[in-house]
Protein backbone atom coordinates (compact mmCIF):
# COMPACT_ATOMS: atom_id res chain seq x y z
CA UNK A 1 0.00 0.00 0.00
CA UNK A 2 1.67 3.33 -0.72
CA UNK A 3 1.45 5.89 2.15
CA UNK A 4 -0.97 8.41 0.51
CA UNK A 5 -3.56 5.25 -0.13
CA UNK A 6 -4.27 5.45 3.54
CA UNK A 7 -5.82 8.75 3.79
CA UNK A 8 -7.73 8.72 0.40
CA UNK A 9 -11.34 7.27 1.17
CA UNK A 10 -11.12 4.90 -1.46
CA UNK A 11 -12.44 1.29 -2.51
CA UNK A 12 -10.08 -0.76 -0.67
CA UNK A 13 -7.58 -3.67 -2.94
CA UNK A 14 -5.88 -6.57 -2.15
CA UNK A 15 -3.22 -7.13 0.28
CA UNK A 16 0.09 -9.20 0.70
CA UNK A 17 0.20 -12.42 -0.29
CA UNK A 18 2.51 -14.86 1.27
CA UNK A 19 6.03 -14.80 0.94
CA UNK A 20 8.02 -16.27 -1.46
CA UNK A 21 12.10 -15.55 -0.09
CA UNK A 22 14.23 -17.70 -2.64
CA UNK A 23 12.77 -16.79 -6.09
CA UNK A 24 13.42 -12.89 -5.24
CA UNK A 25 17.28 -13.79 -4.52
CA UNK A 26 18.38 -14.84 -8.09
CA UNK A 27 21.99 -12.60 -8.07
CA UNK A 28 24.16 -11.14 -6.06
CA UNK A 29 22.99 -7.29 -7.19
CA UNK A 30 19.34 -8.21 -5.21
CA UNK A 31 20.90 -9.81 -2.54
CA UNK A 32 23.44 -7.19 -1.77
CA UNK A 33 19.99 -4.59 -2.31
CA UNK A 34 18.22 -6.97 0.55
CA UNK A 35 21.07 -6.70 2.74
CA UNK A 36 21.45 -3.07 2.65
CA UNK A 37 17.69 -2.24 2.85
CA UNK A 38 17.39 -4.85 5.63
CA UNK A 39 20.00 -3.48 7.62
CA UNK A 40 18.97 0.19 7.37
CA UNK A 41 15.48 -0.40 8.24
CA UNK A 42 16.44 -2.41 11.10
CA UNK A 43 19.21 0.14 12.17
CA UNK A 44 16.46 2.83 12.06
CA UNK A 45 14.00 1.16 14.32
CA UNK A 46 16.92 -0.37 16.83
CA UNK A 47 18.14 3.02 17.08
CA UNK A 48 14.64 4.66 18.02
CA UNK A 49 14.09 1.92 20.55
CA UNK A 50 17.70 1.73 22.29
CA UNK A 51 17.20 5.62 22.38
CA UNK A 52 14.07 5.59 24.07
CA UNK A 53 15.54 3.71 26.96
CA UNK A 54 18.66 6.05 26.98
CA UNK A 55 16.72 9.16 27.51
CA UNK A 56 13.97 8.07 29.74
CA UNK A 57 17.21 6.40 31.69
CA UNK A 58 19.04 9.71 31.48
CA UNK A 59 15.89 11.93 32.53
CA UNK A 60 15.21 9.50 35.67
CA UNK A 61 19.19 9.57 36.75
CA UNK A 62 20.34 6.07 35.67
CA UNK A 63 23.62 6.44 33.84
CA UNK A 64 24.41 4.85 30.22
CA UNK A 65 28.31 3.79 30.17
CA UNK A 66 27.22 2.69 26.48
CA UNK A 67 24.79 3.14 23.77
CA UNK A 68 26.03 0.64 20.71
CA UNK A 69 24.31 0.18 17.53
CA UNK A 70 25.30 -3.02 16.99
CA UNK A 71 27.38 -5.92 18.05
CA UNK A 72 30.52 -7.38 18.09
CA UNK A 73 33.95 -5.61 17.47
CA UNK A 74 33.63 -1.63 17.64
CA UNK A 75 33.90 0.03 14.24
CA UNK A 76 33.84 4.01 15.95
CA UNK A 77 33.22 5.21 19.06
CA UNK A 78 33.72 8.51 21.06
CA UNK A 79 32.72 9.43 24.93
CA UNK A 80 29.94 12.33 25.28
CA UNK A 81 30.09 14.92 27.61
CA UNK A 82 28.06 12.61 30.25
CA UNK A 83 30.46 9.58 30.15
CA UNK A 84 28.00 7.54 27.83
CA UNK A 85 30.42 6.00 25.28
CA UNK A 86 28.47 6.10 21.72
CA UNK A 87 29.60 3.27 18.91
CA UNK A 88 29.08 1.23 15.85
CA UNK A 89 30.05 -2.09 15.65
CA UNK A 90 30.93 -4.35 13.14
CA UNK A 91 27.53 -6.89 13.33
CA UNK A 92 24.32 -4.33 12.65
CA UNK A 93 21.87 -6.76 13.60
CA UNK A 94 20.76 -5.09 16.89
CA UNK A 95 21.93 -2.99 19.90
CA UNK A 96 21.97 -2.21 22.97
CA UNK A 97 22.34 0.41 26.10
CA UNK A 98 24.93 -0.25 28.63
CA UNK A 99 23.65 0.88 31.97
CA UNK A 100 26.52 1.47 35.05
CA UNK A 101 25.79 -1.47 36.95
CA UNK A 102 24.78 -3.76 34.05
CA UNK A 103 27.11 -7.18 33.63
CA UNK A 104 26.04 -7.32 29.62
CA UNK A 105 24.16 -5.79 26.72
CA UNK A 106 20.68 -7.74 28.33
CA UNK A 107 20.96 -5.92 31.69
CA UNK A 108 22.13 -8.39 34.10
CA UNK A 109 23.29 -7.57 37.25
CA UNK A 110 27.10 -6.87 38.16
CA UNK A 111 26.89 -7.08 41.73
CA UNK A 112 31.20 -6.98 42.39
CA UNK A 113 31.06 -3.52 40.05
CA UNK A 114 27.93 -1.74 42.12
CA UNK A 115 29.13 -3.10 45.77
CA UNK A 116 32.25 -1.29 45.02
CA UNK A 117 30.00 2.28 44.19
CA UNK A 118 29.42 4.57 46.98
CA UNK A 119 25.52 4.30 48.09
CA UNK A 120 25.08 7.80 45.67
CA UNK A 121 26.43 6.29 42.95
CA UNK A 122 24.35 3.31 43.38
CA UNK A 123 21.17 5.22 42.99
CA UNK A 124 22.30 6.04 39.19
CA UNK A 125 22.23 1.94 38.38
CA UNK A 126 19.77 0.24 36.86
CA UNK A 127 19.63 -2.35 40.06
CA UNK A 128 20.09 0.73 42.21
CA UNK A 129 17.38 3.44 40.82
CA UNK A 130 14.07 3.17 42.05
CA UNK A 131 11.53 0.72 40.63
CA UNK A 132 9.76 3.51 39.17
CA UNK A 133 12.51 4.71 37.06
CA UNK A 134 13.61 1.22 36.36
CA UNK A 135 9.89 0.58 34.57
CA UNK A 136 9.86 3.84 33.31
CA UNK A 137 13.13 3.19 31.44
CA UNK A 138 12.57 -0.94 30.18
CA UNK A 139 9.32 0.35 28.95
CA UNK A 140 10.56 3.84 27.05
CA UNK A 141 11.70 1.38 24.04
CA UNK A 142 9.02 0.37 22.99
CA UNK A 143 6.97 3.37 23.53
CA UNK A 144 9.69 5.28 21.58
CA UNK A 145 9.04 2.68 18.57
CA UNK A 146 5.10 3.93 18.92
CA UNK A 147 5.64 7.29 19.12
CA UNK A 148 8.35 6.92 16.12
CA UNK A 149 5.72 5.44 13.98
CA UNK A 150 3.16 7.58 14.66
CA UNK A 151 5.38 10.71 13.95
CA UNK A 152 6.50 9.04 10.73
CA UNK A 153 2.38 8.76 9.70
CA UNK A 154 1.54 12.54 10.86
CA UNK A 155 3.98 13.66 8.56
CA UNK A 156 2.75 11.85 5.45
CA UNK A 157 -0.43 12.66 6.45
CA UNK A 158 0.71 16.35 6.24
CA UNK A 159 2.75 15.94 3.24
CA UNK A 160 0.40 14.34 1.22
CA UNK A 161 -2.86 15.71 2.36
CA UNK A 162 -6.40 14.48 3.06
CA UNK A 163 -9.44 14.53 0.30
CA UNK A 164 -11.69 17.71 0.55
CA UNK A 165 -15.45 16.81 1.03
CA UNK A 166 -15.91 18.23 -1.83
CA UNK A 167 -16.01 15.63 -5.31
CA UNK A 168 -13.49 18.01 -7.01
CA UNK A 169 -10.74 16.70 -9.36
CA UNK A 170 -7.32 16.66 -8.10
CA UNK A 171 -5.61 14.46 -10.82
CA UNK A 172 -7.01 12.16 -13.23
CA UNK A 173 -5.38 8.52 -13.64
CA UNK A 174 -3.96 8.10 -17.03
CA UNK A 175 -6.49 5.37 -18.75
CA UNK A 176 -6.45 4.50 -22.62
CA UNK A 177 -9.33 5.67 -24.54
CA UNK A 178 -10.29 8.48 -22.26
CA UNK A 179 -7.67 11.64 -22.44
CA UNK A 180 -9.13 14.79 -20.98
CA UNK A 181 -12.09 13.28 -20.75
CA UNK A 182 -12.12 14.73 -16.75
CA UNK A 183 -9.58 16.99 -15.83
CA UNK A 184 -7.89 18.36 -12.76
CA UNK A 185 -10.21 21.09 -11.15
CA UNK A 186 -13.73 19.61 -12.45
CA UNK A 187 -16.14 19.70 -10.17
CA UNK A 188 -18.46 16.36 -10.79
CA UNK A 189 -21.98 17.25 -9.83
CA UNK A 190 -23.25 13.93 -10.36
CA UNK A 191 -22.33 10.21 -11.84
CA UNK A 192 -24.85 7.82 -14.30
CA UNK A 193 -27.41 10.44 -13.40
CA UNK A 194 -27.28 10.60 -9.46
CA UNK A 195 -26.08 13.79 -7.65
CA UNK A 196 -22.74 14.37 -5.87
CA UNK A 197 -22.86 17.08 -3.70
CA UNK A 198 -19.93 15.88 -1.72
CA UNK A 199 -17.40 13.29 -2.03
CA UNK A 200 -19.01 10.91 -0.06
CA UNK A 201 -21.69 11.00 -1.86
CA UNK A 202 -19.77 10.77 -4.97
CA UNK A 203 -18.22 7.64 -3.79
CA UNK A 204 -21.80 6.07 -2.77
CA UNK A 205 -23.06 6.65 -6.69
CA UNK A 206 -19.99 5.04 -7.59
CA UNK A 207 -20.47 1.77 -5.26
CA UNK A 208 -23.67 1.39 -6.73
CA UNK A 209 -22.55 1.33 -10.66
CA UNK A 210 -22.54 -2.29 -12.30
CA UNK A 211 -19.06 -2.70 -14.37
CA UNK A 212 -19.03 -0.73 -17.66
CA UNK A 213 -16.75 0.23 -20.24
CA UNK A 214 -17.72 3.90 -19.51
CA UNK A 215 -19.80 6.19 -16.92
CA UNK A 216 -21.53 9.52 -17.63
CA UNK A 217 -20.24 12.30 -15.55
CA UNK A 218 -22.20 15.62 -15.18
CA UNK A 219 -19.40 18.23 -14.28
CA UNK A 220 -18.78 22.01 -13.36
CA UNK A 221 -15.29 23.38 -15.66
CA UNK A 222 -14.63 27.14 -15.20
CA UNK A 223 -18.52 27.90 -14.66
CA UNK A 224 -19.96 26.10 -17.44
CA UNK A 225 -21.71 22.89 -16.95
CA UNK A 226 -21.02 19.80 -19.42
CA UNK A 227 -21.84 16.39 -19.77
CA UNK A 228 -18.50 14.01 -20.58
CA UNK A 229 -18.14 9.90 -20.57
CA UNK A 230 -15.83 8.85 -18.72
CA UNK A 231 -14.10 5.84 -16.93
CA UNK A 232 -15.97 3.29 -14.72
CA UNK A 233 -15.32 5.05 -11.12
CA UNK A 234 -12.83 2.00 -10.05
CA UNK A 235 -11.12 0.88 -12.68
CA UNK A 236 -8.71 -1.77 -12.58
CA UNK A 237 -5.51 1.19 -12.51
CA UNK A 238 -3.10 -0.17 -10.64
CA UNK A 239 -2.60 2.44 -7.28
CA UNK A 240 -0.31 0.33 -5.36
CA UNK A 241 2.08 -3.05 -5.75
CA UNK A 242 2.45 -5.30 -2.35
CA UNK A 243 6.08 -6.28 -1.46
CA UNK A 244 6.63 -9.78 -1.54
CA UNK A 245 3.94 -10.74 -4.28
CA UNK A 246 3.06 -12.15 -7.39
CA UNK A 247 2.21 -8.59 -9.30
CA UNK A 248 5.39 -7.71 -8.02
CA UNK A 249 7.38 -10.14 -9.55
CA UNK A 250 6.18 -9.81 -12.40
CA UNK A 251 7.09 -6.58 -12.79
CA UNK A 252 3.74 -4.71 -12.54
CA UNK A 253 4.22 -1.17 -11.78
CA UNK A 254 1.91 2.13 -10.02
CA UNK A 255 -0.04 3.36 -12.65
CA UNK A 256 -0.64 0.05 -14.77
CA UNK A 257 -3.96 -0.52 -16.11
CA UNK A 258 -5.22 -3.84 -16.53
CA UNK A 259 -7.54 -4.19 -19.57
CA UNK A 260 -7.89 -8.09 -19.80
CA UNK A 261 -7.98 -10.90 -17.87
CA UNK A 262 -7.30 -14.32 -19.63
CA UNK A 263 -7.94 -12.35 -23.03
CA UNK A 264 -11.73 -11.38 -21.39
CA UNK A 265 -11.57 -7.45 -21.19
CA UNK A 266 -12.38 -6.02 -17.77
CA UNK A 267 -13.07 -2.12 -16.80
CA UNK A 268 -13.37 -2.17 -12.81
CA UNK A 269 -10.83 -3.20 -10.49
CA UNK A 270 -13.62 -5.38 -8.55
CA UNK A 271 -13.80 -7.93 -12.01
CA UNK A 272 -9.77 -7.83 -11.60
CA UNK A 273 -10.09 -8.97 -7.47
CA UNK A 274 -13.04 -11.86 -8.10
CA UNK A 275 -11.29 -13.19 -11.04
CA UNK A 276 -8.28 -13.53 -8.95
CA UNK A 277 -10.36 -14.90 -6.27
CA UNK A 278 -12.43 -17.54 -8.35
CA UNK A 279 -8.91 -19.02 -9.64
CA UNK A 280 -8.15 -20.83 -6.46
CA UNK A 281 -4.43 -20.27 -7.21
CA UNK A 282 -4.07 -21.40 -11.06
CA UNK A 283 -1.79 -18.73 -12.79
CA UNK A 284 -3.73 -16.04 -14.96
CA UNK A 285 -2.30 -14.11 -18.22
CA UNK A 286 -2.91 -10.22 -17.73
CA UNK A 287 -3.15 -7.69 -20.43
CA UNK A 288 -1.59 -4.48 -19.02
CA UNK A 289 -1.63 -1.11 -20.61
CA UNK A 290 1.13 0.95 -19.76
CA UNK A 291 2.14 4.23 -21.41
CA UNK A 292 0.45 3.37 -24.40
CA UNK A 293 1.68 0.16 -25.16
CA UNK A 294 0.30 -3.11 -23.98
CA UNK A 295 2.17 -6.25 -22.37
CA UNK A 296 0.50 -9.64 -21.42
CA UNK A 297 1.97 -11.02 -17.91
CA UNK A 298 1.29 -14.31 -16.36
CA UNK A 299 0.75 -14.42 -12.35
CA UNK A 300 -0.30 -17.30 -9.94
CA UNK A 301 -1.98 -15.67 -6.96
CA UNK A 302 -1.07 -16.78 -3.69
CA UNK A 303 -2.45 -17.43 -0.78
CA UNK A 304 -3.39 -14.81 2.02
CA UNK A 305 -4.82 -14.41 5.53
CA UNK A 306 -6.65 -10.32 5.42
CA UNK A 307 -8.27 -9.06 8.44
CA UNK A 308 -11.74 -7.92 8.11
CA UNK A 309 -13.81 -5.55 10.01
CA UNK A 310 -14.84 -7.45 12.47
CA UNK A 311 -11.58 -8.65 14.33
CA UNK A 312 -11.32 -11.61 12.13
CA UNK A 313 -9.69 -12.75 9.07
CA UNK A 314 -10.30 -13.92 5.95
CA UNK A 315 -8.09 -16.36 3.58
CA UNK A 316 -8.46 -15.39 -0.23
CA UNK A 317 -6.13 -15.82 -3.63
CA UNK A 318 -4.29 -12.85 -4.33
CA UNK A 319 -1.58 -11.33 -6.44
CA UNK A 320 -0.68 -8.18 -4.62
CA UNK A 321 -2.47 -4.97 -5.78
CA UNK A 322 -4.32 -2.04 -4.90
CA UNK A 323 -6.80 0.11 -6.48
CA UNK A 324 -9.07 3.26 -6.34
CA UNK A 325 -11.00 5.55 -7.54
CA UNK A 326 -10.23 6.81 -11.35
CA UNK A 327 -9.71 10.32 -9.62
CA UNK A 328 -7.51 11.62 -7.04
CA UNK A 329 -9.78 13.97 -5.18
CA UNK A 330 -8.40 17.06 -4.43
CA UNK A 331 -6.59 17.30 -0.70
CA UNK A 332 -6.05 20.13 1.48
CA UNK A 333 -3.48 19.86 4.62
CA UNK A 334 -4.37 18.61 8.37
CA UNK A 335 -4.19 20.63 10.91
CA UNK A 336 -1.94 19.06 13.15
CA UNK A 337 -3.82 17.53 15.84
CA UNK A 338 -6.16 16.00 13.03
CA UNK A 339 -2.89 14.26 11.55
CA UNK A 340 -1.53 13.39 15.05
CA UNK A 341 -5.11 11.71 15.09
CA UNK A 342 -4.70 9.85 11.89
CA UNK A 343 -0.80 9.08 12.98
CA UNK A 344 -2.22 7.52 16.26
CA UNK A 345 -4.97 5.82 14.35
CA UNK A 346 -2.76 4.11 12.18
CA UNK A 347 -0.38 2.88 14.80
CA UNK A 348 -3.10 1.42 16.72
CA UNK A 349 -4.62 -0.14 13.78
CA UNK A 350 -1.28 -2.28 13.20
CA UNK A 351 -1.08 -3.16 16.86
CA UNK A 352 -4.56 -4.53 17.08
CA UNK A 353 -4.44 -6.01 13.53
CA UNK A 354 -0.85 -7.52 14.47
CA UNK A 355 -2.22 -9.20 17.79
CA UNK A 356 -5.38 -10.45 16.09
CA UNK A 357 -3.49 -12.18 13.28
CA UNK A 358 -1.15 -13.98 15.97
CA UNK A 359 -3.97 -14.87 18.36
CA UNK A 360 -5.69 -16.05 14.47
CA UNK A 361 -2.46 -18.30 14.31
CA UNK A 362 -2.35 -19.88 17.52
CA UNK A 363 -5.63 -20.80 17.37
CA UNK A 364 -5.21 -22.31 13.90
CA UNK A 365 -7.75 -19.57 12.48
CA UNK A 366 -5.31 -18.69 9.66
CA UNK A 367 -2.17 -20.05 8.38
CA UNK A 368 1.26 -19.71 10.43
CA UNK A 369 2.95 -18.64 7.22
CA UNK A 370 1.70 -15.30 7.63
CA UNK A 371 4.81 -15.15 10.40
CA UNK A 372 7.38 -14.06 8.66
CA UNK A 373 11.26 -14.53 9.76
CA UNK A 374 14.26 -12.47 9.39
CA UNK A 375 14.59 -13.55 5.95
CA UNK A 376 11.35 -12.64 4.54
CA UNK A 377 11.31 -9.32 6.33
CA UNK A 378 14.61 -8.44 4.59
CA UNK A 379 13.27 -9.45 1.41
CA UNK A 380 9.76 -7.31 1.94
CA UNK A 381 12.51 -4.08 2.90
CA UNK A 382 14.30 -4.71 -0.65
CA UNK A 383 10.89 -4.68 -2.05
CA UNK A 384 9.74 -0.93 0.14
CA UNK A 385 12.81 0.44 -0.72
CA UNK A 386 12.68 -0.42 -4.99
CA UNK A 387 9.33 1.21 -4.98
CA UNK A 388 10.92 4.61 -3.68
CA UNK A 389 11.94 5.89 -0.49
CA UNK A 390 8.75 7.14 0.57
CA UNK A 391 7.48 3.45 0.63
CA UNK A 392 10.42 2.51 1.99
CA UNK A 393 9.67 5.12 5.07
CA UNK A 394 6.44 4.01 5.36
CA UNK A 395 7.54 0.36 5.57
CA UNK A 396 9.72 0.87 8.62
CA UNK A 397 7.20 2.88 10.12
CA UNK A 398 4.98 -0.23 10.24
CA UNK A 399 7.96 -2.33 11.47
CA UNK A 400 9.12 0.02 13.88
CA UNK A 401 5.41 -1.11 15.15
CA UNK A 402 5.75 -4.71 14.90
CA UNK A 403 9.14 -4.26 17.14
CA UNK A 404 7.41 -2.61 19.98
CA UNK A 405 4.89 -4.65 20.08
CA UNK A 406 6.89 -7.68 20.12
CA UNK A 407 9.25 -6.19 23.05
CA UNK A 408 6.27 -5.83 25.14
CA UNK A 409 5.29 -9.65 25.30
CA UNK A 410 5.54 -11.02 28.40
CA UNK A 411 8.70 -12.99 27.46
CA UNK A 412 12.08 -12.96 30.13
CA UNK A 413 14.79 -11.30 27.71
CA UNK A 414 12.52 -8.99 26.35
CA UNK A 415 11.16 -5.24 28.11
CA UNK A 416 8.09 -6.54 28.31
CA UNK A 417 9.70 -9.74 30.06
CA UNK A 418 10.95 -6.79 32.75
CA UNK A 419 7.75 -5.10 33.32
CA UNK A 420 6.54 -8.87 34.50
CA UNK A 421 9.59 -8.83 36.97
CA UNK A 422 8.93 -5.14 37.68
CA UNK A 423 5.78 -5.88 38.37
CA UNK A 424 6.54 -8.62 40.64
CA UNK A 425 8.96 -6.31 42.93
CA UNK A 426 5.88 -3.69 43.18
CA UNK A 427 3.43 -6.03 44.28
CA UNK A 428 5.92 -8.37 46.33
CA UNK A 429 7.81 -5.92 47.63
CA UNK A 430 10.79 -7.92 46.92
CA UNK A 431 12.84 -8.17 43.11
CA UNK A 432 12.74 -12.53 41.89
CA UNK A 433 15.75 -14.09 43.17
CA UNK A 434 19.01 -14.17 41.17
CA UNK A 435 18.19 -17.85 40.63
CA UNK A 436 14.51 -17.63 39.56
CA UNK A 437 15.99 -14.67 37.14
CA UNK A 438 18.55 -17.03 35.59
CA UNK A 439 16.01 -19.35 35.00
CA UNK A 440 13.28 -17.53 33.56
CA UNK A 441 15.61 -15.11 31.16
CA UNK A 442 17.26 -19.10 30.29
CA UNK A 443 13.63 -19.90 29.30
CA UNK A 444 12.59 -16.66 27.85
CA UNK A 445 15.65 -17.36 25.45
CA UNK A 446 14.73 -20.49 24.65
CA UNK A 447 11.50 -19.32 23.81
CA UNK A 448 12.96 -16.39 21.23
CA UNK A 449 15.59 -18.54 19.53
CA UNK A 450 12.61 -21.91 18.78
CA UNK A 451 9.74 -18.90 17.16
CA UNK A 452 13.06 -17.57 14.85
CA UNK A 453 13.83 -20.99 13.90
CA UNK A 454 10.33 -21.24 13.18
CA UNK A 455 10.04 -18.27 11.06
CA UNK A 456 12.78 -19.15 9.44
CA UNK A 457 11.61 -21.96 8.51
CA UNK A 458 8.71 -20.38 7.11
CA UNK A 459 10.61 -18.22 4.90
CA UNK A 460 12.79 -21.10 3.37
CA UNK A 461 10.89 -24.22 3.53
CA UNK A 462 7.58 -24.21 4.73
CA UNK A 463 6.07 -21.63 2.71
CA UNK A 464 8.24 -20.61 0.36
Same mark, same amino acid.
Given at each position: MSPQDV??????????????????????????? %??????????????????????????????????????????????????????????????????????NAASGKDAEAISRLAPEEQRHTMHGAPLWARAATVAAGPMANFLFSTLVFLVFAMAWGVPTTAPVVGAVKPMPAFADSLQAGDRITALAGTETPDLAAFIAAAQTLPPAPSAEYAIERDGNALTVQGPYPFP??????????????????????????????????????????????????? %????NGATQELDLTPRRADLPTADGGFETRWLI???????????????????????????????????????????????? %?????????????????????????????????????????????????????FHAWEAVTGHPPTERALRVLMTLGLSILLTLMLFAIGNDLLFCA
Amino acid at each position: MSPQDVWANTKPGEGRGPSDVLSLIPSFGSAAL %TLIAFVAALSVIVFVHEYGHYIVGRWSGIHAEVFSLGFGPVLWSRMDKRGTRWQLAALPFGGYVKFLGDSNAASGKDAEAISRLAPEEQRHTMHGAPLWARAATVAAGPMANFLFSTLVFLVFAMAWGVPTTAPVVGAVKPMPAFADSLQAGDRITALAGTETPDLAAFIAAAQTLPPAPSAEYAIERDGNALTVQGPYPFPPVVDGVQPQSAAMDAGIQVGDVVTQIDGAPIWAFEQLRSAIGASEGQTVTL %TVWRNGATQELDLTPRRADLPTADGGFETRWLIGLTGGLVIEPETRTPNPWEALKLGVSQTWALITTTLSGLWHMVTGAIS %TCNLQGPIGIAETSADAASQGGASFVWFIAMLSTAVGLMNLFPIPVLDGGHLVFHAWEAVTGHPPTERALRVLMTLGLSILLTLMLFAIGNDLLFCA
